[in-house]
């Protein structure tokens, strides 16, 4: 059983042990979860069913300040050829694509 699968059966059992006892706060209280935990999964699982108490990808966040692929891919290649030189020099020697502190 993947982890993924333990976490649905584990939220499913909360709204049915809530609903069998008629009572949230004693059934979060015996499942050590938060009241606040407890109406999101409620909230998710009437809007989405089963497939809404999955947990969501997390989507890698977009940095506009990334330095480009094919120039970190320039650079590695750079230094696996020269590993002893420093920063500045291999700024230097790429002719300025970037400067030492983005090497670093």
Avoid: Q, W
Wanted: a positive charge; one cysteine or more.
């Amino acid at each position: 059983m993947t982890k993924d699968e333990l976490l649905l059966n584990f939220r499913i059992s909360l709204l049915k042990k809530a609903k069998a006892i008629n009572n949230i706060s004693r059934a979060c209280r015996e499942l050590r979860i938060n009241r606040s935990t407890y109406y999101k999964y409620l909230k998710r699982y009437l809007a989405h069913g089963k497939i809404g108490l999955y947990d969501k990808k997390r989507v890698k966040p977009k940095m506009p300040n990334e330095t480009r692929k094919e120039i970190v891919d320039k650079i590695l290649n750079f230094v696996k050829k020269y590993l002893t030189y420093g920063l500045a020099r291999i700024a230097n020697e790429l002719d300025s694509v970037v400067c030492s502190a983005t090497i670093y």
